[in-house]
C-alpha cells in the first residue's frame, strides 16, 4: 500500500485532509498527522512515506524548506492558501498542490496524478532546483515591502544598519542580534518576520535561529563530527549550520 504523511499546523485542516483522501484513496494509508514542519522531516526520514502533503506555512520550518530538506526522498504535494497568481509557481511538474480550501474533486485529481508517479517509480533529480523557484516566487515581497534599513538598538543608543552591510541575524527567545562588520544592535523582530521583507537569496538560513548575509561568508568547514561551520570575512564568529540547512552546502 502506498503511504503518506499530512503536515499542517491546523487541526482541522489535517482531519478534513484525512477525511477526504480516505474517500479519493482509499488505498492511501495516513501514517503520521504533524503540526509543524520539524515533525514533519522527522516522519519522511524515519518513516519514509511515499508521499507527504505539507502546509506552506508552518511553524519553524515551512512546507519549502520541508520539502528541500527531504532531498527526494518522497513526493511533494503543497497545501496552500495562496491566491490563484501566486500557484503559477506551482506549475513545475515534478509537484502538486492543493489550494485552501480543498475540494474533493480537486483532491481527485491530485490522488489520481499521485499514483500514476508513484507506479512509474522515478523522482524528480531536481527537486533542489524546483524547491529554489519555488522559494524565490512565493517569498519574494514587493519592491515598495522590502527591507532597506535596520534600525537596532544597543544600551540607550538606536544604529542604523543598511541592510547590504548586515553580516547576519541571529535570534534567542526575545531578541534578534543584528551583526555587522564593526557593529552590533538588537531587535524586538523575528527571523520569520524579518525573512518577509528581504529579497529572495539576500540572506540565507542556516539554522533555525540563524540567516546569513551569503556574500559575506568566506568558506564553510566540516568538523570531526560531521557538523558544517560558516566563517565569515569580515567577523571573527563561526555560525552553525543545522541539518534542516545543510543542503546548502551539500557538494562538500
Not at 497545501?79 to 506551482?90: K, L, P, R
Not at 555587522?180 to 518576520?193: M, V
Request: with cysteine; proline share 4%.
Amino acid at each position: 500500500m502506498p503511504t503518506a504523511i499530512i503536515a499542517d499546523d491546523e487541526d482541522l485542516q489535517r482531519s478534513d485532509l484525512r477525511r477526504m483522501l480516505q474517500i479519493v484513496w482509499p488505498e492511501l494509508e495516513i501514517i503520521a498527522d504533524c503540526e509543524d514542519g520539524g515533525d514533519a522531516l522527522d516522519a519522511i526520514v524515519r518513516l519514509q512515506p511515499d508521499i507527504a502533503f505539507l502546509d506552506i506555512r508552518m511553524p519553524e520550518l515551512s512546507g519549502l524548506d520541508v520539502a528541500r530538506a527531504s532531498d527526494g526522498k518522497c513526493r511533494i504535494v503543497f497545501t496552500t492558501a495562496y491566491d490563484n497568481h501566486a500557484i503559477e509557481a506551482f506549475k513545475l511538474g515534478a509537484v502538486d498542490y492543493l489550494l485552501k480550501p480543498i475540494t474533493e474533486e480537486r483532491l481527485r485529481h491530485c490522488s489520481l496524478r499521485m499514483q500514476e508517479q508513484t507506479k512509474a517509480g522515478a523522482m524528480p533529480a531536481d527537486l533542489l532546483q524546483i524547491m529554489s523557484a519555488l522559494d524565490q516566487r512565493l517569498r519574494e515581497p514587493a519592491e515598495s515591502e522590502r527591507i532597506r534599513w535596520i534600525s537596532a538598538s544597543s544600551g540607550n543608543t538606536i544604529k542604523l544598519f543598511p541592510i547590504e552591510e548586515v553580516l547576519f541575524f541571529e535570534s534567542d527567545l526575545r531578541y534578534t542580534r543584528v551583526v555587522s562588520a564593526s557593529d552590533e544592535g538588537h531587535i524586538r523582530t523575528s527571523i520569520k518576520e524579518l525573512q518577509k521583507g528581504l529579497a529572495p537569496e539576500q540572506f540565507w538560513q542556516i539554522h533555525r535561529s540563524i540567516m546569513v548575509n551569503p556574500h559575506a561568508i568566506a568558506r564553510a568547514r566540516r568538523d570531526e563530527m560531521g557538523n558544517i561551520f560558516v566563517e565569515l570575512k569580515n567577523h571573527s564568529e563561526q555560525l552553525k549550520v543545522s541539518q534542516t540547512y545543510a543542503w546548502r552546502f551539500k557538494s562538500m
